[in-house]
């Protein structure tokens, strides 16, 4: 994966061979929900891949990154029937509830719906992509 910053400065990490199912519910979470902090969006600002994966640095940024966290994996785990639209919200309250955080603003079944449906479109085309293809996604950091 490569992220090339509006400055122009990258960072990049071999993901290997597998789809990066999770990394891309990052992406749709973070573009549709906007959390003030989050894996993409800390990527804009300037840490590597290398810094997000690191726990002290992720401790350091507050809690914004683990809502982040948790919304992408309700996000995968909606993808993959482990909970429904419906349950979406209670999944990620238990959750964020066992940290004291909010559920944030506009997590309701009609977001949910409209993230599971554009996470399902994104991992379609990685898919589809031939060797050597790839898939480049926008993500951008102004509100």
Not at 13 to 36: C, K, N, W, Y
Not at 128 to 135: I, K, V, Y
Request: aromatic share 6%; charged share 20%.
């Amino acid at each position: 994966m490569v992220c090339r910053r509006a400055d122009g400065t990258f960072t990049s990490a071999d993901l290997g061979p597998s789809l990066p199912g999770h990394d891309l519910a990052h992406l749709i979470v973070e573009r549709t929900l906007r959390p003030p902090s989050g894996f993409f969006i800390n990527i804009a600002n300037g840490y590597s891949i290398q810094q997000i994966s690191e726990t002290t640095i992720i401790r350091a940024l507050g809690s914004e990154p683990y809502v982040a966290e948790i919304l992408a994996r309700a996000l995968v785990s909606l993808a993959t029937g482990a909970c429904t639209v419906n349950q979406f919200r209670d999944l990620l309250g238990a959750e964020l509830g066992k940290m004291s955080l909010r559920i944030p603003e506009g997590v309701n079944p009609e977001s949910a719906t409209r993230m599971l449906e554009e996470l399902q479109s994104m991992m379609e085309r990685f898919r589809e992509l031939a060797p050597g293809e790839s898939m480049e996604l926008q993500f951008s950091d102004a509100p």
